[in-house]
């Protein structure tokens, strides 16, 4: 995702403002219930790299070394080096965004992890997210939806988990598009999804 020629940063320090804000998001999207993180992920995904394009020079201040679309601690680490984070802080950040436990952290979840800064999240971008993830289109997310999405990768009562955390209108194992709108709805950062 980042060239050597779209970002030569290797000492240039960032702005503590954007750090504390990058922190903030990061520390957000982890404490995402795993469908709205899915939901993150997607409009990142779709985003252009026009309404991405500050989020993308960011990424690769923070990917200094290899600039291969994935931050390892160390990119992570020197970057934050001269903030008042200890290390522990450093890498319980890190570990929070690193979602599949790999070691890095990928370019599409930090952009995830940090569209609210580019104001990306409307209800038209939240019903796109809710229908891909709505495989099926029964419109409802239901475990089967999920467990087609993330390939069997994770165990029913993690999947059935991840319904009962956000199915709070129907209570019967499945998720509407009203109960995943409240999500976001919920989130303070995210200015009311209905005014878009």
Not at 97 to 109: C, K, L, P, Q, R
Not at 112 to 133: C, D, P, V, Y
């Amino acid at each position: 995702s980042c060239s050597s020629s779209s970002s030569s940063n290797n000492n240039k320090k960032l702005d503590p403002k954007i750090i504390m804000q990058v922190k903030h998001n990061l520390e957000i999207f982890s404490a995402a219930v795993t469908i709205k993180k899915l939901g993150f992920i997607y409009i990142a995904h779709r985003s252009s790299k026009e309404q991405v394009l500050h989020l993308r020079q960011l990424f690769c201040d923070f990917d200094d070394e290899s600039q291969d679309g994935m931050m390892t601690f160390e990119d992570f680490k020197k970057t934050l080096a001269h903030t008042n984070y200890s290390d522990a802080e450093i890498r319980r950040i890190f570990n929070s965004a690193d979602m599949n436990n790999s070691g890095v952290i990928d370019y599409t979840v930090f952009i995830a992890a940090s569209l609210e800064m580019q104001g990306r999240i409307n209800k038209t971008s939240l019903r796109e997210a809710f229908h891909w993830l709505d495989v099926d289109k029964s419109g409802s997310i239901t475990q089967k939806d999920l467990q087609f999405l993330l390939g069997g990768k994770f165990s029913e009562a993690f999947i059935t988990k991840c319904i009962e955390e956000v199915d709070r209108s129907s209570k019967k194992g499945k998720i509407s598009f009203k109960d995943f709108l409240q999500l976001f709805d919920e989130d303070e950062s995210i200015k009311s999804v209905d005014s878009y």
